[in-house]
């Protein structure tokens, strides 16, 4: 199942993670959509994760 989980504090997940297919390719466009606090710097995420060809893919900022 694909998830995303918040690190930066008082990071909101507002859009989950989307896993949409590139039409004639064997690739997909991945995102999720947070809303962080102005002071926050960097990625507002830890990891982001999903299953693939019966694996687990974990990608890391």
Same mark, same amino acid.
Request: aromatic share 6%.
């Given at each position: 199942?694909? *998830?995303? =989980?918040? $690190?930066?504090? #008082?990071?909101?997940?507002?859009?989950? $993670? @989307? /896993? /949409?297919? $590139? &039409? *004639?390719?064997? =690739?997909?466009? $991945?995102?999720?959509?947070? @809303?962080?606090? /102005? @002071?926050?710097? #960097?990625?507002?995420? =830890? %990891?982001? #994760?999903? %299953?693939? *060809? *019966? =694996?687990?893919?974990?990608?890391? &900022?």
């Amino acid at each position: 199942m694909p *998830g995303a =989980r918040p $690190l930066v504090p #008082g990071a909101t997940l507002t859009h989950a $993670l @989307s /896993v /949409v297919p $590139l &039409p *004639g390719t064997d =690739r997909a466009v $991945l995102w999720a959509t947070f @809303s962080s606090p /102005v @002071s926050a710097r #960097g990625a507002p995420y =830890r %990891s982001i #994760g999903w %299953s693939e *060809g *019966g =694996r687990t893919v974990t990608q890391t &900022p």
